[in-house]
């Protein structure tokens, strides 16, 4: 009982710390913004370097979709469906959940073993020592970078994505290219657009927060590092599935 | 609150009566010492007496549970973010691993500092950062990058990025150790070199006891939390405290145990 109520405190003590981290990083980042260069090259980093591994993704996930869906789908003769399921699913979850969880095994344990490297190498004290605030210098620019690329990660993969659908519902099955667009364009709105649009952002700016925290509050050892590397990828999986469902909830 | 060289205090560092302990040990129990102004200053003790913790509490990084820490009359303690910012501008340390940014090339870590306090245009940067790497005899070195330097390159680079913005006091936390006879005696001459050129105060933390008696003017023996002996080294090596002999003289046992404390050794092994 005595270690149950420790550990119920050790998780709200974490909150807390985290939360104090967070609004550190707001508070540095207009400054960090007047280093456009550190902040365009973190969003390099986070975002160009993943393209590959987003793109090959998604495309496996669509035509993934595309088969399944049609398979489901000529259940009940619906086929033509298939592109307006697909799109909203794709949209709606698909999307920005595998980008997020695919962006916290790339880029997320990039930027907490990069950042834990640091303290492990007394850089983050050097900068501290020589007066120049890390939080601007390497925690801010890093966090932007991975806040600004992972919505837009999220939109290619979504737009690779409905591509894989067409490759296998309308080149490799047949539906009617016509039919697959028309009811597409149909049947998904703005609204839906926005919700992937929201979703990339809140996993955007949670992965990024929980990466560039566990690098930084790593022990400085190599065991160290690697836990926090374990740690960016569990908790970034276990938080994006669980606010996907908050978000879901509030925005249906 | 702000530092001013016009009033300038006979001693840059003070600390008085320090007392700082961590995870219930006690690193330091009642530590007094002052560092006088343009002059080399050694600190030396054996491993584990918190030499480096001592560089860490002049630095502002952590805070003493009792007593004061002076820098130029100011209780660092008592600084907020700003003005322990300011403070450290006009210190210069070189860690002992160099702790270069690998990210970036050797001349790009020299104008780091430059570049981040001031808007200097890049001709004088690049002026200011060439002037320093030659006076540290790497100027040639200007475009590697910090993994493709020996640990003696670095700390020397580490050595130019931390005066390159000519501060008052520089610290330097074990430059020999583990340096070759060559870096070491190029790493000797440089502090003595900069401390005379510059007219800058100097900090060095070693256990080098040969090596810091060619340079030090004053030094400081730190052993059980306390200041132990002070003096010129030559006043040190004439010292006839069984500690400092131990100390001096390099002895396996004495005043400071060799053995960490443990039970009886046959007792042990026969159990």
Redesign the interface.
Known sequence: MHKIAQDIGRVIATFGAVALFFVRIVMQVPRALLRPRLVIYQIYNAGALSLVIIMICGLFVGMVLGLQGYDLLARFGSESALGSGAALALLKELGPVITSLLFAGRAGTALASEIG??RV???L?????????PFR?VVAPRFIGGLVALPLLTMIFIAIGIFGVQLIGVQQLGIDQGTFWSQMRGSVKLHDVWEGVIKGCVFGIACSLIAVYEGYTAEPTAEGVGRATTRTVVTSAVLTLFLDYIITAIML | MTMTSNNLVEHLVELKDVHYSVGGRAIFKGLTLAVPRGKITAIMGPSGTGKTTLLRLITGQIVASKGQVLVEGQEVSKLNHQQLYAMRQRMGMLFQNGALLTDISVYENVAFPVREHTELPEELIRQLVLTKLQTVGLRGAYKLMPWELSGGMSRRVALARAMVRDPELLIYDEPFAGLDPISMGVVLRLIRKLNEALNITSIVVSHDVEEIAQVADLSYIIADGQMVASGSPKQLKDDKSELVRQFMNGLPDGPVAFHYPAPDYHGELLS
């Open positions: 490297l640091m190498t007394d850089q004290v050097a900068m501290e020592v020589m007066a120049v605030d210098r």
